[in-house]
């Protein structure tokens, strides 16, 4: 019989103006309408010296957490990788003349009456 290996996901989603991409063995769509739920993070353990300090604020920032619920809109992308990554956060581009506002995933409305 063949072992499965567990799989991983790389999660990336916009918070609070920056960019952030975790790495978690669980995601899936929560039990809440517009979430998408993240759990199992796996954050990679250093040996050696150097440190990265965006993985150390992750890993602080999400020490006690056991599942987050990130909204719908706020997910730019996951993907199902073979090993975990670096987990980072990253500031969206100074200059950009884009602004990202929330959207709503759905809105009611009826058909019209003619």
Not at 62 to 90: Q, Y
Request: net charge neutral; aromatic share 10%.
């Amino acid at each position: 019989m063949a072992v499965r290996k567990k799989r991983i996901y790389k999660v990336i989603f916009h918070n609070q103006g920056k960019l952030y991409e975790l790495h978690a063995t669980e995601v899936g769509q929560g039990g809440m309408f517009g979430f998408i739920e993240v759990g199992g993070f796996v954050f990679g353990e250093k040996s050696g010296l150097l440190i990265d300090p965006s993985e150390e604020r992750l890993k602080a920032e999400f020490e006690h957490v056991k599942t987050t619920f990130i909204p719908l809109h706020a997910v730019v992308r996951i993907d199902e990788v073979d090993k975990e990554g670096v987990n980072k956060i990253s500031s969206l581009a100074d200059d950009a003349k884009v602004a990202y506002l929330p959207s709503p995933i759905y809105t009611p409305g009826g058909r019209s009456k003619d």
